[in-house]
């Protein structure tokens, strides 16, 4: 369960940093955790598809691939099935997780506690909750809004070395972030979407700096574009002709569109499909996701739906690939292990400096 409330709000911020997060960890104290609970709503796109759209309604899909993950538990180490420790590799590591007022922080600092890392009890945030302190996950985290915050983050990396950040905030700051993670030479997992993403990667490559940047930290989501990514690769132009619909559903408070939709659809454009990105329909209303594309009313704050169909151009061929996640534990899960890989990358001074997702499933960096 997430926990997140307002402690105090001192009238001058404070900053304070743990001299203990260098612990060493034993073999017992990180474990592998199976907290996918793999139980499927379906909501199968045959008998009751998203229906603002057309063709998507009442055929029966050539092929449905469909994710479903329900409940949003945490880690837990009782579920393990096998165990990686973190002393082992002598990768201790403290996270400092940036945005962790927000749905995905307070997931993944529970994640990270869960999984024996360190959380520094300080976090960029808002404007407006600067200054706070906040109990997220049992910890007292410190917010820091935009000022002040590379004095900050150079004190913080000087009394913890082997730090990496986790962000996850909003779309608005995804580059002016980078940039300061960049200059003050802290490595950084960047879970936020939006910004200018080409600018994103600039940044990381000038600095020599090390990242993990993804839209989309849900392992089972990234093996499902990677195997898109490499369709693509190996019959490009497969599907040309085919017309695209795509749509996605997120809670009402998302504020960009699905980077992770945006992803497939390029993986599409490689298959020789003609879509343009303003295509992509956006479902933010609660009620026509109750309604319409069946989220459960509980994950109405906190899901992500995608369905991408194909036609073919004489409309005797369809397919329908479907992702959908309620909740948050399959992100953060990934972003730990986003984190403990981009660590390992930075102790072993790898050539390569920017990661994906991809490379994290591909070198089996998965707990
Ligand atoms: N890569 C992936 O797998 C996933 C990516 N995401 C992406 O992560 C991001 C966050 O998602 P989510 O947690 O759902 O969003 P929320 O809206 O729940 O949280 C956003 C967080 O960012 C903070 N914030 C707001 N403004 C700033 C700022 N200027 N600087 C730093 N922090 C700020 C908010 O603080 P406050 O509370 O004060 O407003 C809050 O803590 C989004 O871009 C989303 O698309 C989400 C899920 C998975
Ligand atoms: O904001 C979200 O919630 C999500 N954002 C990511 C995206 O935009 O692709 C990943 C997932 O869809 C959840």
Redesign the pocket.
Known sequence: MSSFSILKSPSKPLFFVSNQLEKQFSASDLHVSQFINGQQFHKPSISKPFTSTSSSINKKPITAITATQKNDKPLSSSSSSMSLSVSEENLAFPIMV????????KAIIEAGVSAGLQVVPVS??????SGQIVEVGGKEIH?Y??SRRENILTSLLKENPNMIVID??????VNA?AELYSKVGVPFVM????GDREMLYNTVEKSKGYAVI?????KQVVAFIAAMDIMAEQFPGAFSGYSLEVIESH?S????PS??AKDVIKCFQKLGISYELDQMQQVRDPEQQLEMVGVPEEHLQ?H?FHVYHLTSPDKTVSFEFQHNVCG?SI?AE??IDAAIFLAKKVQSKADRHIYSMIDVLREGNMR
């Open positions: 940036n945005g962790c007022t927000g749905k995905m922080g960029f945030g808002s404007e407006s909750k917010i809004g935009p996850f905030t909003v779309p608005a700051t972030n879970g936020t979407t939006g993804s839209p989309q930290m849900g809670q408070s998302k504020l960009d980077g992770t906190g992500a948050t992100y990934g972003a």
